[in-house]
């Protein structure tokens, strides 16, 4: 567990556990004659294994119930269902007391021993009469038992999250004629289905009282209607450049109790001029309505790393032309003028707080999506399969915060209120200490691409039942596109480090068998490229941490089965113990706990072995 202690509780400079050092450069500063750099606090960040155990309690029920019909009426079939799901998720985990936490940081020495509680005590009179002990957090493992317990906050850390649908759904399907290429196919349907939310959290965590973010309850539901139908219609079949060729179709109306109707739709078409190969091609328009946390969630506070452009502003340094704006901010202009720049401390970046929210008037997204390609199962080349497929997928209404690094960066590019509003620097010492956002359908998202699937099994002949088969699934990236407000222009990703948007991306998988015994290897690859596009910082240090080289892990696995019932495996994942980048939270946004990306794999090699049962 990392818990700040700025701007939660900060240790007063008069605790007598501050290392001598620490108490020496305070000293001297605040008898400089220099009142603008006076100390009376300090912050900072500290693991707190010793002071309360993060290990959580989780609890689950899961229940459904599910009633159907089926039955014929001449060549069609109908079916009727009604499902009802229940979930209930409890989980609860120890943590602190912020109030008591600030009590036992504010010790004050009144005795010449180290006896905690005697010679050094929590300096206010109502802390100490409920039990209050002084907590020391300078060295690892140093904070007392009696302390600890008492900064332990009386309410668990919790959330209950409970979760109801009920769903009651008709359809019909079958042939309505025939064509030279078979029946034409028909599927039509309505289906109503309702859905609930509610997430209960502790009463600290509600209020900010812990050391995690303030988070309101959620609660929520809506319910719609929906009609639909598909269609399929073999046009031809088995006919000399015409093994198939057929068109597909679909199409559903949905009214949402709260954000009325909306009309999805597609329409395709196959062709297979030999049985080898089958071409294929659709068109979609299809929706996405807000969901029950995007409606209905309260704004919630968060402290995600974000980067000021402006830290390391001097007089005269550019800053990705953000130079002049910087220095035109009183508060950095001043920091300038009395220390020659302008510089965050790493708990002044960790401590930008800021709200994010639910909207009960978003609408729904609106996506509109071309395929295009091929099968090719070439008969002269048993047990191959190739898939080649390219896609372009354009959404427009997406549902987004404005960004609060982007809030930042267009704040000072543009100085337009959708930006600044967001935005809450402080007006003496120009640091940022707020970004806010609310959720709204102001972004645009476009992807385009490449993806190709390679299958293969073949005998291998080096006994009398072994094969080799071999797997592959590769994407190559072209656009990665996303305007986060119409006031902008798209900032294409593409071609930046990341599963999402690296430009290529590739996992295969060979697997040698023999009777019943398996060895697979597995390579998973990103290709590298900038973490962040256009990357901002003073630092040239912290600018070179922005590239990463090419990525790739390699996984093993030994599997063999006992009869048909019985499997056991080995695995080795990251074989060769491939380690992450480093990418400080601060600058880069990266969780703070790990200081590098999801992207790569965080633990390292490992292994696991065990057994698989089937009844």
Known sequence: SLTQFGPLPTIPVTNPFIPAEVAAAIAAANSDADPTNDIDSISGRRRQN??????????????????????????????????????????????????????????????????????????????????CIPLNLFGYNTADPRAASYVQAVVPKSEEVTNEQYVVNATISGPLFALPGGDVGIAAGVEYRRESTFNDLDILTNTGGNSGNLIPD??????????????????????????????????????????????????????????????RGMYAVANRAPNISELFSAPSETFEAVNDPC?????????????????????????????????????????????????QNLQEETAKTITIGAVITPSFVRGLSLTVDYYDIKIDGAIATLGRNNSIQRCLETNLPVFCDNVIR??????????????????????????????????????????????????????AKTQTDPTEEAVDSAGTFGRTFSTHTFTVRGTY??????????????????????????????????????????????GFDV????????????????KPQYLPGAQFGTPTGLETAADFDVIGRRFTAGARVRF
């Open 50 to 131: 010793d002071v309360f155990d993060r290990s959580n309690q989780v609890e689950r029920q899961t229940w459904r119930v599910a009633a159907g019909l089926r039955g014929d009426v001449g060549r069609f079939k109908w079916e009727g269902s009604f499902v009802y799901g229940h979930l209930n998720d409890f989980n609860s985990s120890q943590d602190i007391d912020n109030n008591r936490y600030r009590n036992a940081l504010n010790a004050v020495r009144v005795g010449p021993g180290n006896v905690l509680g005697v010679d050094i005590v929590c300096s206010d009179a109502a802390a100490r009469a409920e039990g």
């Open 218 to 279: 959620l609660s929520g539901k809506f319910d719609v209607w929906e009609v639909f139908g598909e269609v399929n219609v073999p046009l031809l079949s088995e006919r000399p450049f015409f093994e198939y060729l057929g068109l597909i179709g679909a199409a559903r109306y949905s009214d949402y109790s709260t954000i009325g109707g909306v009309f999805s739709w597609n329409a395709g078409a196959e062709w297979a001029p030999t049985p080898d190969i089958r071409i």
């Open 311 to 359: 830290n390391g502003t001097t007089a005269n340094n550019d800053l990705g032309g953000l130079g002049a704006t910087c220095r035109a901010i009183p508060g950095v202009a001043a920091a300038i003028a009395a220390d020659g720049t302008f510089d965050y401390t790493l708990a002044d970046l960790q401590g930008i707080n800021g709200f994010v929210g639910g909207n």
């Open 426 to 479: 402080d007006a003496n010492t120009g640091f940022i200490t707020t970004v806010n956002g609310q959720l709204l359908n102001v972004a645009g998202l476009q992807n385009r691409g490449v993806d190709v699937g390679l299958r293969y099994r073949t005998a291998v002949g080096l006994t009398e039942n072994d094969s080799f088969s071999f797997s592959g699934n590769y994407t190559y990236l072209i656009d």
């Open 513 to 558: 068998e023999v009777d019943a015994v398996r060895l697979s290897w597995q390579t998973n690859f990103l290709s590298g490229g900038d973490y962040v596009r256009d990357f901002v910082n003073a630092d040239p240090g912290v600018v070179a941490l922005n590239r990463i080289s090419d990525y790739a892990t390699h996984d093993a696995q030994l």
């Open 563 to 578: 009869g048909e019932e019985m499997t056991f495996f080995l695995n080795v994942d990251n074989v060769f113990d491939k």
